[in-house]
């Protein structure tokens, strides 16, 4: 499966984005979908999943409540809603394909990055 991410961007603390990840070659109906970020010299962090089915999501406890992701399956879609951004969210966020269960924070498939920047 290869996966294209976009939507990052330049914002101010407060405001939102929503990132979008465009899957091909297979139908994410058969992946486990998420997001990862990177910030320069930390460590990457998990921040998000969502299972094959739909039914079921996970969240680091540092984007829980301002962070929501979702799936179409039609779209071959996976989006991350990023509400109350924080400076602290910087990074550059990679869409991922596993099939893995929910709370696993590693991976199979990465896309390219996107970058997101909050600063005032």
């Known amino acids: 499966v290869q996966l294209q991410a976009s939507g990052g961007g330049l914002v101010q603390p407060g405001d939102s984005l929503r990132l979008s990840c465009v899957a091909s070659g297979r139908s994410i109906r058969n992946y486990r979908m998420g997001w990862f970020r990177q910030a320069p010299g930390k460590e990457r962090e998990f921040v998000s999943a969502i299972r094959s089915t739909g039914a079921g999501t996970y969240y680091a406890d540092s984007v829980k409540g301002r962070f929501t992701i979702s799936r179409d399956a039609v779209k071959n879609t996976v989006y991350l809603q990023m509400n109350s951004l924080k400076p602290e969210d910087t990074a550059v966020y990679y869409c991922?394909?596993?099939?893995?269960?929910?709370?696993?924070?590693?991976?199979?498939?990465w896309g390219q990055g996107t970058q997101v920047t909050v600063s005032s």
């Open positions: 991922t394909a596993d099939h893995r269960l929910l709370y696993i924070p590693e991976t199979d498939y």
